[in-house]
């Protein structure tokens, strides 16, 4: 069961982290060509906060930010709210003009409170708790395991920090694809250092798959 979870966290977060950026004129469009099924904005968008629209539970839009220059006082650089309101409600009674009435329409004060991940949330809400409970007990396996076989405790809390959490269910202390009692040979064990390299190495290749 905790294979599953984490498997199944890996899917939706690698899916609905990071949304495709797009113009948020592409929202309106997607609408009238239909499929669209939900469509979140932040109070305080366009200002700042976020606008995501979904065709599906691992399929979402994220509009690019172009902050208006009059939601912003240029003298005080305090927010105007009048301004706020009038650019936002002027763009979402375009958005329910075209969407279709079966598409949820939310207002929030963030994405939804969400524990951990937001992609949980985009996904399935419920689904969040249950998560975050099973990285915490792949943490609380990772620390109490006495001599983890492929990398020292340093290693593996960096590697969990970039979603090595399923890879150490997969590996220690053994693979799951080889019997509990079955003599392995030795591996090259990874130290902090090498776990470190590794972390940032998967962030970097994150980020580029996501410009």
Partial sequence: MLLFVLALSTVVVHFNQNPTLRPAEDLIADLRAGGVTEVVYDRNWPAYGTLTWSHGPLSWSQARFDQPDDVWDPETTRLVPEALERRQEAFMARVRAAADPSVEIVRTEGFRGAVGSPAYARWWEPFAPVAM??????????????????????AWFWMFLTGGSLVYVLLEPHPLWRGPYEVLPAPARLDGTRGFTIAVAVLFGMAMVNT
């Fill in 133 to 154: 409970a099973a990285e915490v007990l792949a943490w609380l396996l990772m620390l109490t395991r006495p001599n983890p076989r492929y990398g020292t405790r340093w």
